[in-house]
């Protein structure tokens, strides 16, 4: 094959009907906090820019809630010693309750 051909294989995608609710679960390994987010590791790729909600239960210690909250994406790149996708996820900075618990959370494990 030329350096110029490509090969691509394309799939026909149909609309669904009405407003349909699918939730995709991604498994993420959790890797390192700070103060603005965290720094997860998956097979997946996520984009730049993508918001999503995280789980897990270390979140909810760091956070002082049950509750998923909202991550925006700021940077992604390949961990090419693991052979994984890397992103680093921002908390949401609006939330002043939020980033007042992780603040706490960070202060009494370090």
């Keep these: 094959m030329s350096p110029k051909s490509w090969s691509f294989h394309t799939r026909r995608f149909f609309r669904c009907p009405g407003r349909l609710r699918c939730p995709v679960n991604l498994i993420f390994e959790l890797r390192e906090v700070d103060e603005f987010g965290v720094k997860i590791v998956a097979k997946h790729l996520l984009n730049k820019g993508s918001v999503f ?58």
Aim: charge should be negative; hydrophobic fraction near 45%.
């Design 53 to 110: 909600r995280l789980d897990s239960p270390l979140l909810h210690e760091i956070t002082g809630s049950a509750e998923s909250h909202l991550f925006t994406v700021s940077a992604t790149w390949v961990d090419e010693v693991e052979g994984m996708y890397a992103a680093f996820a921002e908390f949401d900075a609006t939330n002043e309750n939020l980033m007042a618990s992780v603040r706490r959370w960070l202060s009494q494990t370090h």
